[in-house]
């Protein structure tokens, strides 16, 4: 029997726990391959739970964007620390204050990216910025589910799959309500840690260092600059901007190395899984004046009448800044809510080096050759706001000329 078509399948592991047979688990078929839902033929009753309850097979409730917000924390600190405009830690501080529990993503000392349920203050710290890997849900919905049970609150923000994988869950428990509210972030795809482990094993080996944070846009170095750190013991070691020829964020941020499920994402439309969707809004101020810059400055989509008193209640305690700014803002540049990102034309001969080597490093380097010095060069001269430029007048120039077509 199969759960979901294996190239869809997020590994969001939720399968696993409605099994009654604890028939599933999350296996590799091979050492270069990703994590997905493995069904044992010998335990299986075939009943079907797993398959009518997949996320990537039904997806319950989603929502339509309402309202289009740019927004930002009026904590200096939180904001400088967050991804974006540092809003999904307001919404933590706000729940905690509220009796929530919250569910957030954090790295552990294996660097491997897991949700961890708290309701303590100090983990917002953990929880804040982005982990551009894979996140394992491991056994969140249980412990989600016995709080809700207990007539506890919970504020969830994840990855949309991941959303959805969780309500699908507690649709299925009977225990979906208002007592949870659901953020879900735009997202252009996860890599599987494997990765990024080895990534971190080479750079250690090559600085003789041994890394114990990893930081993929380090706030001490503006979180919107996308600077990937390694430090020993605080101490950065490891230090290297988006476009400065960093072997993990070229893989990364050029689409090569998501897991084969992004490519394929249901969740990349504007029909959103969450009561609040948050990204990076890059071009704020691209429709309508505004009298900031697009720095640290999160996008914040409300998706329901839930989501939208929740952020009242954060500009009411005057936590966040807030703007109502056209939806087109958001729409008209973030691909991730019209269509999966596409496969690069790397991604085959890079996949095909990885399984020959299995070594991270060397088939990326294989792959992209001259490229990433032809980057490091552009960036050194300072030439990306130039390019920038004349790709975003070329996009109005070709709407135009399609407009006059028509
Ligand atoms: C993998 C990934 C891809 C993204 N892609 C885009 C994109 O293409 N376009 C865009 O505009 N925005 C994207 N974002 C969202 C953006 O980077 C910010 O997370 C968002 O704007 C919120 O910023 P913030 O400052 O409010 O939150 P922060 O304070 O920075 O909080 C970050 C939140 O993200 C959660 N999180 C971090 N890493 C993961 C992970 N691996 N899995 C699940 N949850 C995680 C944390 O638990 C926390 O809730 C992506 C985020 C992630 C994690």
Redesign the pocket.
Known sequence: MIICNENQCSACGMCIIVCPQKAITLRKKNLHDNYIAHIDDEKCIKCKICVNNCPQNVSIESKNILNCYAGWSLDKETRR?????????EL?KWAISNGYWID??KLNNKFQ?EHVLSNELNIIND?????????NMGSIYCTIGEKLTQGEKILF???PC?VAGLKNYLKYKKLLNDNIVFVD??????APEVYIQQHINYIEKKYNKSANKLSYRNPEFNTYTYTFTLSENEDVFYKKKVKRNDEYQIGYHKGIIYRENCYNCRYACTSREGDIT???F?YVGSKEVCNYDNKNV??ILINSKLGENVIKHLIDNNSIFCELRPIEEELDY?K?LHKPTERPKERKKFLAEYKRTNNYDLSIKRVMKYRIYIEEICDVLNLYPKINFIKRNFLKLSKCFKKSRK
């Open positions: 620390k967050g991804a974006s405009g540092g809003i999904a830690s933590y957030g993503v990216a929880f804040s910025n982005s982990k551009y890997q894979f996140s923000i994840g990855l991941q972030l735009v997202c252009h795809g996860t948050l990204a990076d890059s999160s996008c973030e991730m």
